[in-house]
């Protein structure tokens, strides 16, 4: 069994910054990717940013500059730090862990950014 506990959400204002982190816990023996989704409603959840075991990044292309992704491998943590968050950045964000056995989500944690 993994678990994954996401932390870091809510209400900010346009502009602001958010810090969320993910922590997986369970049958793990070593993470591949770990990354960020969001679904914004009535629409597709999309990857925001993605990083490799070997600490290579990529972002969605409205991600890039404002958003930066990280990982503690030593506590199995992936961080997204997000900022100049814009109104269109409102959704629910998902941590996605990629071992070698399959794929595992978050709950999802809802940031919401007002104008």
């Known amino acids: 069994q993994v678990q994954l506990v996401e932390s870091g959400g809510g209400l900010v204002q346009d502009g602001g910054s958010l810090r969320l982190s993910c922590t997986a816990s369970?049958?793990?023996?070593?993470?591949?990717?770990m990354g960020w989704y969001r679904q914004a409603p009535g629409k597709q959840r999309e990857l925001v940013a993605v990083?490799?075991?070997?600490?290579?990044?990529n972002y969605v292309r409205s991600a890039k500059g404002r958003f930066t992704i990280s990982r503690d491998n030593a506590k199995n943590t992936v961080y997204l730090q997000m900022n100049s968050l814009k109104p269109e950045d409102t959704g629910v964000y998902y941590c996605?862990?990629?071992?070698?056995?399959?794929?595992?989500w978050g709950q999802g944690t809802q940031v919401t950014v007002s104008s």
């Open positions: 996605n862990i990629h071992l070698l056995v399959g794929d595992y």
């Open positions: 369970g049958s793990i023996f070593s993470i591949n990717a």
């Open positions: 990083i490799t075991s070997g600490g290579t990044t």
